[in-house]
């Protein structure tokens, strides 16, 4: 079933063509790896389809809806969660907290919602169950310990995997990983993939951005290659690994313009 | 915590010494300094909810309390309007102005923001100065009708024109916004707004709606703050536009500080603290024949800013041991 | 009138200079450090005072223009003051809040202390050309507001000499474009920090001279020319000097011609609308770079 699929998706920075008229497909279930040399517009293309910001022009279209000018919380509560290059846990708040806060309903629970929720009194039954699933994902990211811990008093890795498990308290159909395993050594590097693994065994659909050849061939089943914003190559790992043009985007070519 | 004294017994002792003082101690001057520090316990509360807990920097905050005041004193003075309506027509109103202020948080945030909501005060003030047929311009409003007695029964009246009455309706009106604050900050609600003063981007991505929850926790720190400019007007009985000063927002701004900011009780603390301290640096400008009250605030909130960052409450908190300033 | 309307044009252009001068130094500490420095306005008064001091010992345009050179010394080891005890330790641990809190501190500390030595009477500073006034073609105007033009532009020009064509100036763009690469390429971005704060809020205490001159000098003066140059910096864009002196110019032509034609009493005002209108239709100004996405 196809679950999301973009129709020339196209995204300006003043005169800078970030993403050019790419479109493409996700199957859902599937773990597809989204590749290209630094600057190819990977980062943005995710930022479109989180609703960071609206494309310049084209669609997004998640399961039959056109969410290209929604806003990111609004695509988040259709069923679409992210984590971030540069880790963005919330750093005064503890481990726990940080889940609680994704864990909450808002879908169905707006500001006043909860406003009016916090006065009158919550439910103890609807509190022990966040709290249970919370505790849950904790668990199967490997956090449990650091339950009461302050964000910010995480190891770099640690907190990585906080912001997977915030992310997946959003309940969300397709995670998009925005270079999961950036800054991590090599044994740090085997848990973010299992991790990843055990995530896609749950059902949910995984768009991974990533560098480290190792780990996106290992966990691919398909490929998408990004270069100077537009779509250069898609498929399977091997097909991708030999095509010449891929191989000329990474390895030969001009000096390209560096974006950030 | 002493596992000796138990939580309850702690909270029951306070509430009886609260109730007690003002029957031990008769002096009506200590009676009105406990009333003006509940009004900054309010003040300080309302302004933490907003800048503590949501991060949104609002230097206009004494606007709210003026708008509260004077909604309340011109609805009693030129409508007839009991001062018990005029309390929360006085939150209500000066929710409006929350909601309103609200909406340019929307686009800016840290000095650009701050800077808007000084602007906002001061032409708030401004007007009070200036549209004399409402406000009756710098003279102020005077003759303020005091809360409207209650009768219990045939034979029981309770007036409201002293001190100790007031106090007591103050005390009530104090303990029922911090136990709605507590619920508010120790919820889901408070947890979403420490998420988007955390970071905003993170928020989002995870299916907070940004805007509303700035605009509800404007509307919402608005209100309270107008309630207590509200109950001011008609305890005070006297309005003037020095209500919605920046002095003012800067004495609301220190007392939460020093009390400290993001926890529950650093406002109550600060508040408390500093109206009582002001007293004795009265004693001190009188025997020294200088103006050093503002001085001092200027030194507190610098030491507490560079030293002691969570305040009081803070600094108890970590010699406690505990991770979290939160109670 | 024609002639008025060339007149006040002209005393906005005066004034407008000394709101740039001012306003440099709030958007340079903020381009390099990022810092809003509620408290810079009171450099200026400070600024003023020293004036009023030194003209009481030398009085005469020689101490006049020598209250400006000791303003900006005075002012500027001020500055090095604050910007060590006060302004260094946060920024580690910088938010805004804290840093504008801590600048609130500062400015209560400033106006209170001023209050408190120098009494409350507000103090002119004597035109030190007995009132001469110039009659040129369409407008005429005293020779004082002239020099503060003067003045204003020399010191302008000074600093972007200094900005551009000294190894310190430049290492303190650099710092301000982008931070990390002028510590990679050794630049001591401590040494920066101290030297733009203190040149920032001298030029802020030479402005205060200027302004002392055209108005009047009391304690609580600063809160105008803070606000003010904040209104320049956000109209020009936090960080840009080229902004902050086109901002300048076009605030105190604005507000003279409001003033004039609109109504005198909400002269001030226009300071504010214009942060409001600026911030709502175009928050980055004239020349302020975008926000990073």
Same mark, same amino acid.
């Given at each position: 079933?196809?679950?999301?699929?973009?129709?020339?998706?196209?995204?300006?920075?003043?005169?800078?063509?970030?993403?050019?008229?790419?479109?493409?497909?996700?199957?859902?279930?599937?773990?597809?790896?989204?590749?290209?040399?630094?600057?190819?517009?990977?980062? %943005?293309?995710?930022? +479109? $389809?989180?609703?960071?910001? =609206?494309? /310049?022009?084209? #669609?997004?279209?998640?399961?039959? !809806?056109? @969410?290209?000018?929604?806003?990111?919380?609004?695509?988040?509560?259709?069923?679409?969660?992210?984590?971030?290059?540069?880790?963005?846990?919330?750093?005064?708040?503890?481990?726990?907290?940080?889940?609680?806060?994704?864990?909450?309903?808002?879908?169905?629970?707006?500001?006043?919602?909860?406003?009016?929720?916090?006065?009158?009194?919550?439910?103890?039954?609807?509190?022990?169950?966040?709290?249970?699933?919370?505790?849950?994902?904790?668990?199967?990211?490997?956090?449990?310990?650091?339950?009461?811990?302050?964000?910010?008093?995480?190891?770099?890795?640690?907190?990585?995997?906080?912001?997977?498990?915030?992310?997946?308290? %959003?309940?969300?159909? +397709? $995670?998009?990983?925005?270079? =999961?395993? /950036?800054?991590? #050594?090599?044994?740090?590097?085997? !848990?973010? @993939?299992?991790?990843?693994?055990?995530?896609?065994?749950?059902?949910?659909?995984?768009?991974?951005?990533?560098?480290?050849?190792?780990?996106?061939?290992?966990?691919?089943?398909?490929?998408?290659?990004?270069?100077?914003?537009?779509?250069?190559?898609?498929?399977?790992?091997?097909?991708?690994?030999?095509?010449?043009?891929?191989?000329?985007?990474?390895?030969?070519?001009?000096?390209?313009?560096?974006?950030? | 915590?002493?596992?000796?004294?138990?939580?309850?017994?702690?909270?029951?002792?306070?509430?009886?010494?609260?109730?007690?003082?003002?029957?031990?101690?008769?002096?009506?001057?200590?009676?009105?300094?406990?009333?003006?520090?509940?009004?900054?316990?309010?003040?300080?509360?309302?302004?933490?909810?907003?800048?503590?807990?949501?991060?949104?920097?609002?230097?206009?905050?004494?606007?709210?309390?003026?708008?509260?005041?004077?909604?309340?004193?011109?609805?009693?003075?030129?409508?007839?309007?009991?001062?018990?309506?005029?309390?929360?027509?006085?939150?209500?109103?000066?929710?409006?102005?929350?909601?309103?202020?609200?909406?340019?948080?929307?686009?800016?945030?840290?000095?650009?923001?701050?800077?808007?909501?000084?602007?906002?005060?001061?032409?708030?003030?401004?007007?009070?100065?200036?549209?004399?047929?409402?406000?009756?311009?710098?003279?102020?409003?005077?003759?303020?009708?005091?809360?409207?007695?209650?009768?219990?029964?045939?034979?029981?009246?309770?007036?409201?024109?002293?001190?100790?009455?007031?106090?007591?309706?103050?005390?009530?009106?104090?303990?029922?916004?911090?136990?709605?604050?507590?619920?508010?900050?120790?919820?889901?609600?408070?947890?979403?707004?420490?998420?988007?003063?955390?970071?905003?981007?993170?928020?989002?991505?995870?299916?907070?709606?940004?805007?509303?929850?700035?605009?509800?926790?404007?509307?919402?720190?608005?209100?309270?703050?107008?309630?207590?400019?509200?109950?001011?007007?008609?305890?005070?009985?006297?309005?003037?536009?020095?209500?919605?000063?920046?002095?003012?927002?800067?004495?609301?701004?220190?007392?939460?500080?020093?009390?400290?900011?993001?926890?529950?009780?650093?406002?109550?603390?600060?508040?408390?603290?500093?109206?009582?301290?002001?007293?004795?640096?009265?004693?001190?400008?009188?025997?020294?024949?200088?103006?050093?009250?503002?001085?001092?605030?200027?030194?507190?909130?610098?030491?507490?800013?560079?030293?002691?960052?969570?305040?009081?409450?803070?600094?108890?908190?970590?010699?406690?041991?505990?991770?979290?300033?939160?109670? | 009138?024609?002639?008025?309307?060339?007149?006040?044009?002209?005393?906005?252009?005066?004034?407008?200079?000394?709101?740039?001068?001012?306003?440099?130094?709030?958007?340079?500490?903020?381009?390099?450090?990022?810092?809003?420095?509620?408290?810079?306005?009171?450099?200026?008064?400070?600024?003023?005072?020293?004036?009023?001091?030194?003209?009481?010992?030398?009085?005469?345009?020689?101490?006049?223009?020598?209250?400006?050179?000791?303003?900006?010394?005075?002012?500027?080891?001020?500055?090095?003051?604050?910007?060590?005890?006060?302004?260094?330790?946060?920024?580690?641990?910088?938010?805004?809040?804290?840093?504008?809190?801590?600048?609130?501190?500062?400015?209560?500390?400033?106006?209170?202390?001023?209050?408190?030595?120098?009494?409350?009477?507000?103090?002119?500073?004597?035109?030190?050309?007995?009132?001469?006034?110039?009659?040129?073609?369409?407008?005429?105007?005293?020779?004082?507001?002239?020099?503060?033009?003067?003045?204003?532009?020399?010191?302008?020009?000074?600093?972007?000499?200094?900005?551009?064509?000294?190894?310190?100036?430049?290492?303190?763009?650099?710092?301000?474009?982008?931070?990390?690469?002028?510590?990679?390429?050794?630049?001591?971005?401590?040494?920066?920090?101290?030297?733009?704060?203190?040149?920032?809020?001298?030029?802020?205490?030479?402005?205060?001279?200027?302004?002392?001159?055209?108005?009047?000098?009391?304690?609580?003066?600063?809160?105008?020319?803070?606000?003010?140059?904040?209104?320049?910096?956000?109209?020009?864009?936090?960080?840009?000097?080229?902004?902050?002196?086109?901002?300048?110019?076009?605030?105190?032509?604005?507000?003279?011609?409001?003033?004039?034609?609109?109504?005198?009493?909400?002269?001030?005002?226009?300071?504010?609308?214009?942060?409001?209108?600026?911030?709502?239709?175009?928050?980055?100004?004239?020349?302020?770079?975008?926000?990073?996405?």
């Amino acid at each position: 079933m196809k679950l999301l699929r973009t129709e020339n998706l196209t995204r300006y920075f003043g005169g800078l063509c970030a993403v050019n008229d790419v479109d493409f497909e996700l199957v859902s279930g599937e773990i597809v790896g989204l590749i290209g040399p630094n600057g190819a517009g990977k980062t %943005t293309l995710i930022n +479109l $389809l989180s609703g960071v910001f =609206p494309p /310049s022009s084209g #669609n997004i279209i998640f399961q039959d !809806d056109d @969410i290209s000018r929604l806003k990111a919380h609004q695509v988040n509560s259709l069923g679409i969660a992210r984590t971030f290059q540069v880790v963005r846990v919330f750093k005064k708040l503890t481990v726990l907290d940080n889940v609680l806060a994704a864990a909450v309903d808002r879908r169905r629970l707006g500001p006043w919602s909860l406003v009016a929720q916090a006065i009158l009194g919550r439910s103890w039954s609807q509190a022990a169950r966040d709290h249970d699933e919370a505790d849950r994902l904790l668990e199967f990211v490997g956090l449990a310990s650091y339950s009461d811990e302050l964000a910010e008093n995480l190891p770099y890795a640690l907190s990585k995997r906080l912001e997977i498990a915030r992310a997946l308290a %959003t309940s969300p159909t +397709l $995670l998009l990983l925005d270079e =999961p395993s /950036s800054g991590l #050594n090599p044994s740090e590097l085997n !848990d973010q @993939i299992e991790i990843v693994r055990k995530i896609n065994r749950q059902g949910v659909t995984i768009l991974i951005i990533e560098h480290v050849m190792k780990v996106i061939m290992d966990i691919s089943q398909r490929l998408i290659v990004l270069h100077y914003g537009k779509k250069i190559a898609e498929g399977s790992p091997r097909e991708v690994y030999q095509d010449p043009e891929v191989v000329e985007a990474y390895l030969g070519g001009e000096t390209h313009v560096e974006y950030r | 915590m002493n596992p000796r004294v138990p939580i309850w017994l702690k909270w029951a002792l306070g509430a009886a010494a609260l109730i007690a003082l003002p029957l031990v101690v008769r002096d009506r001057y200590f009676l009105h300094l406990l009333v003006t520090a509940g009004i900054f316990v309010l003040l300080a509360s309302s302004w933490n909810l907003l800048a503590g807990y949501a991060g949104q920097l609002n230097l206009g905050h004494a606007a709210f309390y003026g708008i509260g005041a004077y909604t309340s004193a011109i609805l009693a003075t030129k409508l007839g309007i009991t001062p018990w309506l005029g309390l929360f027509a006085g939150g209500f109103v000066s929710a409006l102005f929350g909601l309103m202020l609200g909406v340019p948080s929307l686009r800016l945030s840290g000095p650009y923001l701050a800077i808007t909501t000084i602007g906002f005060s001061e032409i708030l003030r401004l007007v009070a100065m200036n549209w004399v047929q409402l406000t009756r311009g710098s003279l102020g409003l005077y003759g303020i009708p005091p809360f409207t007695p209650i009768r219990l029964g045939s034979w029981l009246e309770i007036q409201f024109r002293s001190e100790i009455s007031c106090y007591y309706l103050l005390l009530v009106l104090v303990c029922a916004s911090l136990v709605i604050f507590r619920r508010l900050i120790r919820s889901e609600f408070g947890l979403s707004l420490e998420s988007l003063r955390e970071d905003e981007i993170g928020a989002a991505s995870i299916g907070v709606n940004i805007s509303g929850y700035k605009l509800a926790v404007f509307t919402i720190s608005a209100f309270f703050a107008g309630l207590a400019g509200a109950f001011f007007a008609h305890y005070q009985r006297l309005v003037s536009p020095d209500t919605l000063s920046l002095g003012e927002t800067f004495t609301i701004l220190t007392m939460t500080m020093l009390g400290g900011l993001g926890t529950l009780l650093g406002p109550v603390v600060g508040a408390v603290l500093l109206t009582f301290l002001s007293e004795g640096l009265r004693f001190l400008e009188d025997m020294v024949k200088l103006d050093v009250r503002m001085i001092i605030y200027g030194v507190l909130l610098i030491v507490t800013i560079l030293f002691m960052r969570g305040g009081i409450v803070g600094l108890l908190n970590s010699l406690r041991g505990t991770g979290r300033a939160k109670d | 009138m024609e002639s008025l309307f060339l007149q006040q044009t002209v005393n906005g252009i005066i004034v407008g200079s000394v709101y740039s001068l001012i306003a440099i130094g709030l958007t340079m500490v903020f381009g390099v450090m990022k810092i809003s420095n509620f408290a810079h306005g009171d450099y200026s008064m400070l600024g003023a005072y020293v004036a009023v001091f030194m003209l009481g010992v030398f009085p005469g345009w020689l101490g006049w223009v020598g209250s400006m050179l000791a303003a900006a010394a005075g002012v500027g080891v001020i500055g090095l003051l604050s910007e060590r005890l006060l302004f260094r330790p946060l920024l580690d641990r910088w938010t805004d809040i804290d840093i504008i809190m801590v600048s609130v501190g500062l400015f209560l500390l400033l106006e209170n202390l001023a209050q408190l030595l120098f009494g409350a009477t507000p103090r002119m500073i004597k035109d030190p050309f007995g009132g001469t006034t110039l009659n040129l073609v369409l407008v005429s105007t005293s020779v004082l507001r002239l020099f503060c033009l003067a003045f204003s532009c020399v010191a302008i020009a000074l600093l972007q000499i200094f900005l551009t064509r000294t190894r310190l100036g430049v290492a303190i763009r650099a710092t301000s474009q982008n931070r990390f690469a002028a510590l990679l390429m050794g630049v001591d971005t401590t040494m920066v920090y101290a030297l733009t704060f203190s040149v920032g809020v001298a030029l802020a205490g030479i402005g205060g001279v200027l302004y002392g001159t055209l108005f009047a000098v009391f304690p609580t003066m600063g809160a105008m020319p803070t606000l003010k140059a904040f209104a320049v910096t956000i109209m020009g864009g936090m960080g840009s000097i080229r902004g902050a002196i086109f901002g300048g110019f076009i605030l105190g032509i604005a507000e003279t011609l409001g003033g004039n034609y609109i109504s005198m009493d909400y002269k001030n005002a226009i300071g504010f609308v214009i942060i409001i209108l600026v911030l709502l239709v175009r928050p980055r100004g004239l020349f302020g770079r975008k926000e990073g996405a």
